[in-house]
């Protein structure tokens, strides 16, 4: 069973950066794109910075030269720095990874539990 956990959430002040992590573990033949998104209250959850298996990125608009989205494709972990944080970079953060658990199997899309990321003096 594969399963995505997500760590590194919390509060902090507009400016302020913080780190998110995201490791996959269970049964697991390849993990192709690995992302973050977040959801805000009462709004819908949107992407925020995507990396492709040979490291090739892309980012919201929103969080363009702030945020840095890497991977370890030994340690099957994605993470997100996010630094000059905002007000508006409140929400829950959710990591999905597409991934395909044996040999000849289509990826399939699986999602982290979500961790909180409040930006408030």
């Known amino acids: 069973q594969v399963q995505l956990v997500e760590s590194g959430g919390g509060l902090v002040q507009p400016g302020g950066s913080l780190r998110l992590s995201c490791g996959v573990s269970g049964s697991i033949f390849n993990i192709y794109n690995m992302g973050w998104y977040r959801q805000a209250p009462g709004k819908q959850r949107d992407l925020v910075a995507v990396i492709t298996s040979g490291g090739i990125t892309n980012y919201a608009d929103s969080v363009k030269g702030r945020f840095t989205i890497s991977r370890d494709n030994a340690k099957n972990t994605v993470y997100l720095q996010m630094n000059r944080l905002k007000a508006e970079d409140t929400a829950v953060y959710y990591c999905?990874?597409?991934?395909?658990?044996?040999?000849?199997?289509?990826?399939?899309?699986?999602w982290g539990q979500g961790t909180q990321v409040t930006v408030s003096s």
């Open positions: 999905k990874s597409a991934i395909s658990v044996r040999v000849g199997t289509q990826r399939s899309d699986y």
